[in-house]
C-alpha cells in the first residue's frame, strides 16, 4: 500500500459532464502529481502541486483544472467530457518538489469511462 | 521520434529466465533514470533509480544506463511469477527547474510457472 487514496475507483459518465477526482498524499508528503495514462499515450504529466502552489504543467487540457487544499488533499476536475478522456487518472505524491530526487508514490488510479 | 521509447511487449518468459527490458531516449540531458513496476489495476511503484550511466543492483535486479548509447535496461534474474507486471521506464534532466518524469509507455512482462 502506497499510502495515496484516490476516489473513487471507477466512474461511468456522458459526453459533456464533469467530474472531479479527488487524492489524498500519503502523510507528510507536499507535492501531488497527477497523471492520465492511455493505451496509446502511456503516462502522461498533467499537473503538480506543491504545498499548495501550482509548481508544473504537463500536457493538461484547458478543459481540465486542479488544485491542492490547505490539508494538501487534491482535486482534479474535469469539464466538458469526451469520449477521448477516458482514460486511468492517477495521482502520486513526494516529499520534495522535485520528482527526480524524490519518488513518487503512486494511488492506484481512478478509472474514467466517458459514453 | 518519442522522448523515451519502450518495446511494449508482451513478453512471456519461463520462471527462472534471466529477463531483460529495455528503453531507449534522445534527449541527452537526461540525467535520473528510474524504472517502475506496475501490476495490473494497480499504480505504479518505483524499483530501481539511478544517476548517470553506470550499474546498480539489488537483489535480483540491475538497472544499467549507457549514456553514450541513450539506451537503459532492466535485468531481471530467477524471474518469478511474481514478477509478471508492466515494467516502465521513466528519467528526467533534473535541473534546477522542476522538469517532471518522462515515462516510457511500459513493457508488459509474463512469468509462466
Known amino acids: 500500500d502506497s499510502g495515496v487514496t484516490q476516489t473513487p475507483k471507477h466512474l461511468i459518465t456522458a459526453t459533456g459532464q464533469r467530474v472531479t477526482l479527488r487524492c489524498s498524499p500519503r502523510s507528510g508528503d507536499l507535492s501531488v502529481y497527477w497523471y492520465q495514462q492511455s493505451l496509446d499515450q502511456g503516462l502522461q504529466f498533467l499537473i503538480q502541486?506543491?504545498?499548495?502552489?501550482?509548481?508544473a504543467k504537463g500536457n493538461i487540457l484547458e478543459r481540465f483544472s486542479a488544485q491542492q487544499f490547505p490539508d494538501l488533499h487534491s482535486e482534479l476536475n474535469l469539464s466538458s467530457l469526451e469520449l477521448g478522456d477516458s482514460a486511468l487518472y492517477f495521482c502520486?505524491?513526494?516529499?520534495?518538489?522535485?520528482?527526480?530526487?524524490?519518488?513518487?508514490?503512486f494511488g492506484n488510479g481512478t478509472r474514467l469511462t466517458v459514453t | 521520434q518519442k522522448e523515451v521509447e519502450q518495446d511494449p511487449g508482451p513478453l512471456s518468459v519461463p520462471e527462472g529466465a534471466i529477463v531483460s527490458l529495455n528503453c531507449t531516449y534522445s534527449n541527452s540531458a537526461f540525467q535520473y533514470f528510474m524504472w517502475y513496476r506496475q501490476y495490473s489495476r494497480k499504480g505504479p511503484e518505483l524499483l530501481m533509480y539511478?544517476?548517470?550511466?553506470g550499474n546498480k543492483e539489488d537483489g535480483r535486479f540491475t538497472a544499467q544506463v549507457d549514456k553514450s548509447s541513450k539506451y537503459i535496461s532492466l535485468f531481471i534474474r530467477d524471474s518469478q511469477p511474481s514478477d509478471s507486471a508492466t515494467y516502465l521506464c521513466?528519467?528526467?534532466?533534473?535541473?534546477?527547474?522542476?522538469?517532471?518524469?518522462?515515462f516510457g509507455k511500459g513493457t508488459r512482462l509474463s512469468v509462466i510457472a
Open positions: 521513466a528519467m528526467s534532466v533534473g535541473d534546477s527547474g522542476n522538469t517532471p518524469l518522462v
Open positions: 539511478t544517476y548517470s550511466s
Open positions: 502541486y506543491y504545498n499548495g502552489e501550482e509548481r
Open positions: 502520486a505524491s513526494s516529499v520534495g518538489s522535485r520528482s527526480y530526487n524524490s519518488p513518487l508514490h
